[in-house]
């Protein structure tokens, strides 16, 4: 038996890039927030530098101090858009990391 949550192990039993990037952009962002230790370790022992750099992506947007508008700042936001970007193409299938 398993010390992680059932939706981290969906995570680690994850058998490709494309099935990490879905996995990246349907697991709710507080348990990105709540788990991210174990998502980047996860992460970073499957080779997935761009599944990393999105959940740093997040993070930053998530835990950003926001301005009057209610938003992080454009570079917070531009970064994580981008980050967002290259992991739907990636679950799509469309591209290999890092292309």
Known sequence: MSDLLPIIEELADAQDHAARARWLLAVPLSALIREQVT????????????????LAAEVAA????????????????????????????IARGGAEEGT
């Open 39 to 54: 998502v980047n370790r996860l992460l970073s022992a499957a080779g997935f530098h761009d599944g990393l750099a999105y």
């Open 62 to 89: 998530l835990s950003a101090t926001r301005g009057r508008d209610g938003l992080a700042p454009n570079t917070i936001r531009m970064s994580r858009e981008y980050a967002r970007i290259g992991i739907q193409v």
